[in-house]
Structure formats: structure tokens, C-alpha cells
């Protein structure tokens, strides 16, 4: 990756985490439902950089927010870290499997998605019998509602700063 790139990887890395730390602040009538605020800069970065280095991305943030918001090594950072992970692979499925046809909105959702199962399957494994059937279609809704708002302020995003490198290249 050039200079550029890593610096435009570096600069979504950051937004990200301070947009963590701002969704981490906001009540939420159920731990799972966040909006989702730092996947504005993964989805950018899965268009731009792909699978790997949203990957890197999301695992970085996942853990700075923990650090900043005193969570590190609780059952908080095991249910973000899969669901980081899980939402950077699913999006980054798609955009490989079918680069053309999702729009942002569309990998947004599959990656909010993919994030709210994977904490749903973690937290099933660290309180069995947590009764999870019975919010599971609530937050896949959540999921699929938040994802689009946020891969629609992602694309707002790159249509407000077309000056900005990583912005322009990923609107493609």
C-alpha cells in the first residue's frame, strides 16, 4: 500500500475509533442495538481497501474503543471484537463475491447484521441459556435498519468530501 494509502487507512482507523467512543455514550434500550456509528469508516474501507484492511481496521477500533471506555478484557470487548470481525467479513464477501452489486447501504446492513449474530452466538456461549430467541428478529431488523442509515451517511460522506483521497476513490 502506498504512503497515501496508509495514511487514508490511519485517518478511517481514527474516525473510527472516536465515532466508537461517541456511539459507546449513547443509551440503548438493549446492549446489542448501537447504531453503529464507526462502520461509517468500514464500510468506506471495504470498497477501498477490501477485506484485509477492513478486517484490520474494525479489530483496531474494537480494541482502542475498549481501552478508551475501560472495557478491555470484559465480556463487552469478546461481544465487539466478534462482532467487528464478523461485520469486516461479511462485507468483505460481498464486495468480493459480487463487487458490483451491493450498493454501500447493502454491504452496511449485511455487516451490521453479521455483527449482531456473531455477539448474539458469543453471548449464548458465556451465559448458556440466556433466552436470545426471543430478541433475535428484533435485532436482525435493528440490524438490517441501522446498517442502511449507516452505509447511507458513508456514501453523504464521500459526496461531502471529494478532496479527500480515501473518500473519492471509494465512491466509485
Known sequence: MSDTGNRDLTI??????AL???DSLIPRP?????LGLANVAAVIAVVRYGFLKT??????RAFAVALITGLLATPSFLLSISGAAASATAMGLLRKLQPDRFSMAGLSAAGAVASLWAQLLVASLILPGLPLQNIVLLLTLWGVISGVAIG???QKAMGRNPDIEVLRKAGG
Open 12 to 17: 478511517l482507523i481514527l474516525t473510527a475509533t
Open 20 to 22: 466508537g467512543v461517541v
Open 30 to 34: 438493549v446492549p446489542f442495538m448501537k
Open 55 to 60: 478486517l484490520e481496521l474494525n479489530l483496531f
Open 152 to 154: 447511507l451517511l458513508a
